[in-house]
């Protein structure tokens, strides 16, 4: 991904928090209740995660095409630089594992790579908006979703073509069967930066008036997966933008921009509205791709809801960051220096468990693992629906 305060009188940004305060004990024992009616069964056995996105997703798509990322990046988990925009996990990992599936290799990482249980298409600093001269100048990664589709299309042709063949010697146990792609889940998280973009480049009525387009290409990339064989879709919409520490440090809000926790509330305006394009899109493709399931996560809400209550859940300086702060002469998290001829890198704070934010523009491993134990479970989800009981959606005659 690109490098990448709300007043009480303005209800739609208060309420992911006060909803999750006031009704998250009611609200969750109803969500249980209506799971364990309409879907009683055992969890789903997806075969695969195919997952399409950007940094908030990426495992190592743009390490293995334009180069590593430095130290520190994945010293929590990995213990060394995983190919990940964080100090350990991804939302995308946590969502793997909670399938019982193995963590998700990159589609453009080579080396030692399994796409027996899925691929990650996701790439940093790519839009769901496919690239054009104007923001591929401003940085942004070419490989957008049109991209990423592509990707995803000459995997499942090239499969598809090998167990066509006579020889089937070159079939290794690192691919999928033909067949199950139709019994995969698909990931997508995208959007963020479509709006870094446009909230740099544009006022904020442009930016809004740019999200129908972008919207109209992501359901198209949708339709295209469906007529692909794809037919369980996790959607993730975009968090909240004004919260993240490098724009709330680099364009800091004038005091009747800033909500009650400091985030720029114009930003947050801007993420709400695309959210809120995105649902309504979400739910005209379910009424036309029959026999597909459509899940729209609130990420969103989840992000603010810990960002808002940070303290509570052991979080500290909701708005600061671990690595790659000033202290290090404003050596970002992403970047090296070479001081009296020695490479040098950022360095991170001591404890990133206690921190939301990594590197000021993704989360640390822990506040990804907080993240996902909330959307895992349905409450945060349309329809609300457990992640392992997705499948059931489509009923007995689809898996």
């Not at 130290?71 to 594992?97: M, V």
């Not at 921009?257 to 695309?274: L, P, T, W």
Request: overall charge positive.
């Amino acid at each position: 991904m690109k490098l990448l305060r709300l007043k009480r009188k303005k209800p739609p940004l208060e309420m992911p928090s006060l909803a999750l305060k006031k009704s998250v004990v009611v609200t969750t024992i109803v969500v249980a209740i209506v799971a364990s009616f309409l879907y009683p069964s055992r969890g789903c056995q997806f075969s695969a995660i195919y997952n399409f996105g950007d940094s908030n997703s990426d495992t190592g798509a743009v390490s293995a095409a334009f180069g590593g990322l430095p130290p520190p990046y994945g010293k929590t988990f990995f213990g060394k630089p995983s190919g990940r925009y964080s100090d350990g996990r991804l939302i995308i990992d946590f969502i793997a594992e909670s399938l019982g599936l193995p963590l998700v290799n990159a589609y453009l990482d080579s080396i030692g790579s399994n796409f027996s249980h899925g691929a990650n298409f996701a790439a940093s600093g790519s839009t769901m908006q496919p690239v054009n001269a104007k923001l591929y100048g401003a940085g942004f990664n070419p490989f957008s979703l049109d991209v990423q589709l592509l990707q995803f299309e000459q995997l499942k042709d090239r499969i598809e073509e090998l167990y066509t063949q006579a020889d089937i010697s070159r079939i290794t146990n690192n691919l999928p069967k033909p067949e199950e792609f139709s019994k995969a889940l698909y990931i997508l998280d995208s959007g963020q930066n479509d709006l870094h973009y446009g909230l740099v480049t544009m006022t904020r009525k442009q930016v809004k008036e740019s999200i129908p387009y972008i919207i109209s290409q992501f359901a198209l990339y949708i339709e295209k997966l469906y007529q692909r064989g794809a037919r369980v879709f996790w959607i993730h919409n975009t968090g909240p933008i004004g919260c993240l520490p490098f724009f709330v440090v680099t364009y800091p809000p004038r005091p009747e921009d800033a909500d009650r926790n400091g985030c720029v509330k114009s930003y947050n305006e801007v993420a709400i509205e695309f959210n809120k394009q995105l649902k309504e899109q979400v739910s005209k493709l379910r009424t036309q791709l029959s026999g597909a399931a459509l899940f729209y996560v609130d990420i969103f809400s989840a992000k603010y809801s810990l960002i808002s209550e940070a303290s509570r859940y052991g979080f500290i300086n909701p708005l600061g960051q671990c690595c790659g702060d000033s202290g290090d002469s404003g050596l970002r998290c992403w970047t090296t220096k070479i001081v009296n001829g020695t490479e040098i890198f950022a360095t991170s704070c001591t404890d990133p468990s206690k921190c939301i934010s990594w590197d000021g523009i993704h989360y640390t491993e822990a506040a990804n693992k907080w993240i996902a134990n909330r959307i895992l479970d349905g409450f945060l989800t349309d329809p609300p629906v457990p992640l392992a009981k997705a499948c059931r959606s489509l009923g007995s005659s689809d898996r």
